[in-house]
């Protein structure tokens, strides 16, 4: 059986969740010696100064075109016929932006596509206009043209099975890759000093960016947040109005695991502002290292958290929930499911069973 991995920027993994996935499932078939006689991953060329043609064991195949943005519908279009080309037997695609091309692969190959349809994008307040409808348009041609659905989250489940009448199967993120032994690491002076919140996440409207400022501009507990803050007017504009409170840190990306993790150690509390997609990788990950954690109310939320967390919907009940904090002890429960529910040799199990049943 040949696998191909289509719709992500590739590994090693330097961009988001989907790229943590796909790494993760390279290193389980690795490590488990999984029955598959070329996995191959394809890669954008733009991503990566230096092209190895394998990675953990997996063919790597390169694209010339960008895997974010407009160009993600030929990125995901071409390679996807280049893996028809080559005779794979499975397509993983993660993500639904190439699926413009699933009828005519259905047409002319008998390999079988299991589609990730990540969050249903189609909503998020950023896509305005036609690229809202075509997102909406991929999400039915996705769901129509796929031989197995995947939904990271059971929200995303139920919203497929009441628009489509569709089945999916539901697999999240694994996170215990984000905790490592960090005892023997060298202190960073440039770090934050606890005890503080810490938010996390891409300086997006639907992550309540704007909310979680507003309620830590006069909290009880200092707040670090680590953020894309410039690669937007949106982050800019917040940046500007809050850079200066004395009880907010505004922190640019961290991709350096072992900072990151010093990070998040350190944090009393965790600030969870998504409300769309479905499992999100930030909040998984953050479980495991077992601090409480405080969530914007939303079913997507509250099925990865199993109602366990602490919910807000507003900046003054996100301020309550903060000065509280001593009270919040659902640090050990988020712990308990995150080893039960989001390890990534469970998550491997579940993909490379699906894959090789689809």
């Known amino acids: 059986m040949k696998i191909a991995i289509i719709g992500t920027v590739g590994v090693p993994a330097r961009y988001g969740g989907f790229e943590t996935l796909v790494e993760r499932l390279v290193r389980y078939a690795q490590s488990r010696k999984q029955p598959i006689d070329q996995l191959t991953v394809y890669c954008s060329r733009q991503a990566y ?28 279009c071409v390679t996807a016929l280049d893996a028809i080309w080559r005779r794979h037997d499975r397509l993983l695609v993660l993500g639904v932006s190439g699926a413009i091309v699933f009828p005519l692969i259905r047409l002319i190959s008998r390999a079988r596509i299991v589609t990730n349809v990540d969050g249903i994008e189609w909503r998020r307040p ?22 197995e659905i995947v939904a990271d989250n059971q929200g995303i489940a139920d ?22 032994t960090i ?27 704007s909310m979680i400022l507003e309620a830590f501009e006069d909290s009880s507990l200092p707040l670090v947040f680590v953020g894309n803050w410039n690669n937007s007017e949106f982050g800019r ?38 409300s769309a997609g479905g499992t999100n990788p930030a909040l998984v990950e953050m479980m495991h290292v077992g601090h409480p954690i405080l969530a914007f109310d939303c079913n997507f939320n509250r099925y990865t958290t199993e109602d366990c967390a602490a919910y807000f ?45 689809a």
């Not at 099975?161 to 984000?178: C, L, N």
């Not at 409170?245 to 072992?258: G, H, Q, T, W």
């Not at 529910?341 to 469970?346: G, L």
Request: net charge positive; proline share 4%.
């Open 159 to 180: 919203y497929l099975k009441e628009t489509y009448k569709i089945q999916a199967r539901v697999i999240a993120y694994g996170g215990d890759h984000a905790v490592r």
């Open 49 to 76: 100064l230096e092209r190895p043609s394998h990675y953990c064991g997996a063919r790597l195949r390169y694209s010339s075109y960008n895997a974010n943005g407009i160009q993600s519908i030929i990125y995901d």
């Open 126 to 147: 950023k896509w305005k206009g036609l690229s809202r409808c075509f997102l909406k348009w991929s999400e039915w041609l996705a769901v129509r043209f796929s031989h």
């Open 183 to 209: 005892a023997e690491e060298s202190i960073d002076a440039s770090q934050p000093r606890g005890p503080y919140a810490l938010a996390l996440c891409r300086i997006e409207p639907e992550n309540n960016v």
């Open 237 to 274: 504009k917040l940046r500007s109005q809050y850079d200066r409170s004395p009880n907010i840190e505004m922190l640019d990306p961290i991709y350096e695991p072992a900072a990151l993790q010093r990070i998040r150690q350190k944090a009393s509390a965790y600030i969870h502002g998504h």
């Open 313 to 357: 919907t507003t900046a003054r009940e996100l301020t309550d929930l903060v000065g509280k904090v001593s009270q919040h002890e659902n640090g050990a429960s988020m712990k308990e499911i995150a080893n039960r529910r989001y390890r990534w040799d469970v998550i491997g199990a579940d993909y490379f069973s699906l894959l090789q049943e």
